[in-house]
């Protein structure tokens, strides 16, 4: 018996389920409403029963039956949704979308130009790119709003993955002119009358602090700023001196003047610059893909001046 439905009516009329109103499905999956009610009005003709009660209010209340079949609907979706992964990785195909968040602080360093390869390699996958602070990125994570997260190791929860690539030792960012710029390396207790400049951000701003806490010490933090680029410089122009996880290629602050970068003499650890991943037994061919991508782009294009690999 040849089947006279689809799986997109289906979908349709889950969306329509669980929102409770044509006018709100609609607006959340982006379908106008009289595809929606066309779509509902054939299942109901196809299977012959009542999936709905319209109230005056314009909202919708599911049949006994309605709830039964959304059920029924939603488990043979999401069946359909497994068979279509199983395919592709059959068939090792790497395609479709795909939704990355990267860490702000390094993300106008390495993301447009490691993007740009990635779909070169893979024309079939869509990206599309998310820059948030790390507390947001877990966050979107856990809700399954993205895919995977490139990021620190910081503050990561035991229901997400870490796939290492890059360990980033701290360096002490200055301005080309100050006494340490000649520096090999630089003791923190050097740094404690010196004003700094503090990246604030959550977990980040934890971590820079907690180098000094560790030797009983405390900053003087002249500035504080949450954007990588104005603390760049910020330190360029004498305002204090900033520490950093990562050394750019080009050591010039966004407007245009040098700086130099000196190891920090401290046992904080480095930060491991990795994927970050919800926990899943199956991974699909295109989150594998992107995992191999970034690793082999960040350690063959020397980003961050780095060419040593996470242990």
Same mark, same amino acid.
């Given at each position: ?13 889950? $969306? ?22 066309? $779509? ?107 895919? $995977? ?130 926990? $899943? ?31």
């Amino acid at each position: 018996m040849a089947l006279r439905f689809t799986l997109r009516q289906l979908e349709y009329f889950v $969306a329509v389920g669980e929102a409770g109103s044509i006018a709100q499905a609609s607006e959340q999956i982006n379908v106008s409403g009289p595809s929606l009610s066309a $779509a509902i009005a054939q299942l109901e003709t196809e299977f012959g029963i009542q999936l709905f009660i319209r109230k005056h209010s314009q909202k919708l209340s599911l049949t006994p039956g309605g709830r039964t079949f959304l059920k029924e609907a939603a488990r043979l979706l999401s069946e359909a949704d497994a068979l279509h992964d199983v395919a592709g990785n059959i068939a090792e195909k790497v395609g479709g979308p795909l939704a990355i968040g990267c860490l702000l602080t390094f993300a106008q360093i390495v993301f447009p130009a490691l993007r740009k390869s990635f779909e070169a390699a893979y024309p079939g996958v869509r990206v599309r790119q998310f820059e948030r602070h790390q507390g947001q990125l877990l966050e979107m994570l856990q809700r399954g709003e993205i895919d $995977a997260a490139l990021t620190y190791d910081l503050e990561v929860t035991q229901d997400i993955s870490f796939e290492p690539i890059v360990q980033l030792p701290p360096y002490v960012m200055l301005p080309a002119g100050h006494p340490f710029a000649g520096r090999t390396r630089i003791a923190l207790e050097e740094l404690v009358h010196e004003p700094m400049v503090l990246l604030d951000l959550p977990h980040s701003r934890e971590y820079f602090l907690s180098a000094f806490q560790m030797k009983g010490l405390r900053p003087t933090i002249g500035e504080r700023t949450p954007d990588i680029a104005v603390m760049r410089s910020m330190v360029a122009n004498g305002f204090g001196y900033g520490i950093a996880n990562m050394r750019p290629l080009h050591s010039m602050s966004p407007d245009g003047k040098p700086l130099v970068f000196v190891p920090v003499d401290s046992d904080l650890r480095p930060l491991t610059m990795g994927i970050a991943l919800p926990h $899943a037994e199956h991974r699909t061919q295109t989150i594998r893909a992107f995992i191999d991508h970034c690793r082999h782009f960040v350690i063959e294009q020397g980003i961050f001046g780095t060419e040593r690999s996470a242990k």
